[in-house]
């Protein structure tokens, strides 16, 4: 899972980035589920790639768009994930009464941030997540397939399309997003990101190095700084899970 913070404030943004780090340490602990934290200091980096993340904490106070301002971005885009607004020199809750904003994936806290309230919200947004689907219903031209984890090898993502591998040899075209994919894959474990642009199956890795993998069906990706923890994360769990089995 991934949570953003868009804060315009370094100190506070340094200290909800504590904070939720923390939490993600305790549902590691809880569930043995990974939270990866995004941190954005100004509107237009957050507002880039908003829909892969399950929560969204927002305070900006000082750019041309405000927290309510970005609340409605959002809602207009069609995000449902909760969206947390955490009230410091303004006030978001009475902004919103104001100017009649209502939804239900619209929440507020408090700054300072206490650390029950931020359990509390944090264990709301595990509750409230989807349940995904233990196989994948994928459509393009060709017709409708079924998917497991397994069924897919790897995922290759240009704007608002992906092009998806499967372990038959055939190849399927989508409109979606990387992004939004990978949200899809919530039951795969064994699905993970290693950039912004691609994901693949940690079972169908042919050879893996620090910076590059390459998959059983030819196709090769450069790994991202960024996701190479995610790719360690996914191995190990499906190595664990297969010896449990």
Same mark, same amino acid.
């Given at each position: ?17 504590? =904070? ?6 305790? #549902? %590691? ?14 509107? @237009? ?11 969204? %904490? ?15 971005? =959002? ?66 031209? !060709? ?20 092009? #998806?591998? *499967? ?6 075209? =989508?409109?979606?997003?990387?992004? @939004? %994919?990978?949200?899809? $894959? ?5 699905? $993970? ?27 090769? %990706? *450069?790994?991202? =700084?960024?996701?190479? !923890? ?7 769990? $499906? $190595? ?6």
């Amino acid at each position: 899972m991934y949570f953003a913070i868009c804060d315009d404030n370094i100190a506070d943004r340094k200290q909800s980035e504590r =904070l939720l780090k923390r939490q993600a340490d305790r #549902i %590691f602990k809880e569930k043995e589920e990974r939270i990866y934290l995004h941190s954005y200091g100004n509107v @237009d980096a957050f507002m880039s790639k908003p829909q892969m993340y399950q929560a969204l %904490f927002i305070d900006m106070t000082s750019s041309d768009h405000d927290g309510i301002d970005i609340a409605k971005l =959002l809602l207009d885009m069609g995000i449902a994930k909760p969206i947390i607004l955490c009230c410091s020199s303004i006030d978001y809750r009475e902004r919103a009464k104001e100017e009649g904003l209502e939804a239900e994936n619209l929440y507020f806290l408090d700054k300072p941030i206490k650390v029950a309230e931020i359990t509390a919200m944090v264990d709301t947004i595990m509750e409230k997540r989807e349940v995904p689907a233990a196989k994948l219903e994928l459509r393009d031209h !060709d017709g409708t397939v079924y998917a497991g984890g397994d069924d897919i090898v790897c995922v290759k993502g240009k704007g608002q399309e992906i092009n #998806i591998y *499967l372990a038959d040899g055939r190849k399927l075209n =989508l409109l979606s997003t990387v992004y @939004d %994919f990978f949200y899809e $894959c919530g039951a795969f474990p064994q699905i $993970c990101p290693v950039s912004d642009n691609a994901l693949i199956n940690v079972n169908h890795i042919q050879k893996k190095s620090l910076l590059s993998v390459k998959m059983n069906n030819g196709e090769s %990706f *450069l790994i991202s =700084l960024y996701y190479r !923890d995610s790719i360690n994360d996914a191995i190990e769990k $499906c $190595c664990r899970e297969g010896a449990d089995s």
